[in-house]
DNA sequence: TTCTCTACTGTGAACGCTCACATACGCAGG
DNA sequence: CCTGCGTATGTGAGCGTTCACAGTAGAGAA
């Protein structure tokens, strides 16, 4: 990492600046900047006048040195890469938290960590203070980065729940079961008895809570578990596909299917025109996320709508939270069921 | 933005403690953290074993206090933000920067500029000098913020080529009109004569350049433009299947559809299928990007490739070159015809 | 020897900011 | 009158680096 210094760039003004233009010390200045408690009306007016004549900005390092904090956060990634391409969450999620750290006026680093290579190196960077916290993706259970920062104290929230025993650390989710049960219930109502589910993998909490509320559901309706009607997919739409065929192979009466991904439900969508079933006269489908996809398949996906504009926000704000001293938080967001074409 | 410090971190090591552990000067070890010139082999290696004892991490602030320079560069999204959850290639590109990046230990800031106070927010957080350069995404024409950046000397490489003025700025793009010369030249090649195009927005070079490969190749050969072959979208889905219908209306006797991005091109197989036409008997279809889209469809999209994983890492390599001193670049890279099923 | 040159090492200053402290100014109460 | 207190302001120190400069040591040349 060798940069010369650009030509063509001037120095910026600095605080020193400011404080001569406004005639008053640096101090003041610095007060000023930090929220102007204990400035008198004038001086806050001349300060405030004398940075929008000098076009004065902040130099965060210098301000970051002395404080120990950097003002920035960081974004990190820690599943396989892949998923940011398939999911389209993802990208909301990224969207949503970049805007509400904007908000706040600090800088999102983007981390990810595919290889174990990346993961030290993020971890050393992470730990060395050079983020004040940190939002973390990765659903899979035991991902070792999210108990290393953890230990090393640093912020963190995670998105989706954490599988682990119920470690302190903070997350944000939407709630899978009560969306798995609303789905199902929606299922039910439509007269279908032999409900299908494809879940997400079950090392990943979605995926056992998705299906935690399915056969809840059913159950309390009186209809047997049938375990022929259950398969595993991985969120992929190619596992989507093989999952239904699975499905009408071992249970060709099947008559409704729960997926517990848009993208994978698309899968289940074409494997299901391939057989020869029409959606939704033959069997109703009923999909998760509410992504993008879910209005672009045909017929259009009924789903459970996942409230990632305000999953992003909440994560943002439970770790600027922490960061200022509050204890870990878990914050469990309703989900909602869109009606579309599917079922 | 306020945050107190958080209690349960403990104060890192500094450039202090490895000079005490290693019996050397501050100096030393600034020189081994930096390239290592004028150190003895052993200083060199007594520093080094201190540094793996403590721990340290240099503290990238008050590097950048003295230095002048953030070592972090921005990736800046002025495109209205519903392109990030739509397009897959700015998925990669994201990734293949970052990764590039960190291959250098440079961070990567994520900033999107999607109204007019977030670009206002952004232009002076880079202007300011957070960030030695800019990695920029956006295709439109006549965009304040690259000529503001520009103009403020920060060094700027931009994704795509540049519609204005050929002004003075980097950027990196694949060969839009060798691609679609390529795309054109492979359905004349099945026989089609009545081949429409579906374009992208003529405000983009992308657009434009796609355009201009397509007549150029009909031209030559021998094939006369039908300007109601010709119709406009704006890269999305809907879009191509708009497109489509418009086609088939002005000219019922098309035999192949050139759509400029595969999103567009999964809207076009849509409205060709409601219409009747099979894909790729009676008409054939050619997409650009070959986004993870373009497997996805059925039929699989015939498509052209950008090499985006190469596109991403000659943007952080022209950056960091110009950031060095260099003048700017200009690198147009090759894309390739992958042949699937719908052509 | 003495002088120069090269390779290496240590030291003080400075980067731009915040924080703790000192100070100054009313204005109340004793 | 002095004391005390709350508000408002200025000042010095120091955050952890790098950089320029001043050395030091040893080798080779005069």
């Not at 903070?170 to 008895?193: I, K, P």
């Not at 209809?223 to 060709?252: C, F, H, K, M, Q």
Request: hydrophobic content about 40%; proline content about 5%; glycine content about 10%.
């Amino acid at each position: 990492m060798t940069m010369s210094n650009t030509a063509g760039r001037r120095k910026p003004p600095t605080i020193h600046d400011v404080a001569r233009v406004a005639g008053v010390s640096r101090g003041t200045v610095s007060r000023v900047l930090n929220g102007g408690h204990y400035v008198s009306p004038a001086a806050q007016e001349a300060v405030n006048a004398a940075i929008r004549k000098t076009g004065y900005v902040v130099n965060r390092h210098a301000r970051s040195l002395i404080t120990g904090r950097s003002d920035s956060i960081g974004f990190l990634l820690t599943e396989p890469q892949e998923k940011l391409f398939e999911d389209p969450n993802f990208n909301v999620l990224l969207r949503g938290c970049t805007q509400a750290l904007a908000a706040h006026d600090i800088p999102l680093l983007l981390m990810l960590a595919g290889t174990e290579d990346e993961r030290r190196r993020i971890t050393r960077y992470i730990t060395a203070g050079h983020v004040d916290g940190v939002l973390l993706v990765s659903s899979h259970s035991g991902d070792p980065v999210a108990e290393e920062l953890r230990e090393a104290g640093v912020p963190l929230v995670q998105c989706g729940k954490p599988m682990g025993l119920g470690s302190k650390v903070s997350y944000v989710a939407a709630d899978d079961r009560d969306g798995a049960r609303d789905m199902v219930r929606h299922l039910l109502s439509l007269g279908r008895r032999r409900i299908g589910v494809v879940t997400g993998p079950l090392d990943t909490p979605g995926g056992v809570e998705r299906l935690a509320g399915y056969k809840e559901v059913l159950t309390d309706g009186g209809v047997e578990i049938d375990e022929r009607l259950v398969v595993t997919g991985d969120y992929s739409r190619a596992s989507g596909a093989a999952g239904a065929e699975r499905l009408l192979e071992r249970a060709p009466d099947m008559d409704a299917v729960f997926v517990a991904s848009d993208l994978m439900a698309q899968g289940v969508l074409s494997a299901l025109r391939r057989a020869g079933r029409r959606v939704p006269e033959d069997v109703s489908v009923g999909g998760f996320d509410d992504s993008p996809a879910a209005t672009e398949s045909a017929p259009a996906l009924t789903t459970i709508r996942q409230p990632w504009d305000r999953i992003s926000s909440e994560m943002v704000r439970v770790l600027l939270a922490q960061i200022g001293g509050d204890d870990p938080a878990a914050v469990i967001l309703p989900t909602v069921l869109v009606r579309r074409d599917s079922a």
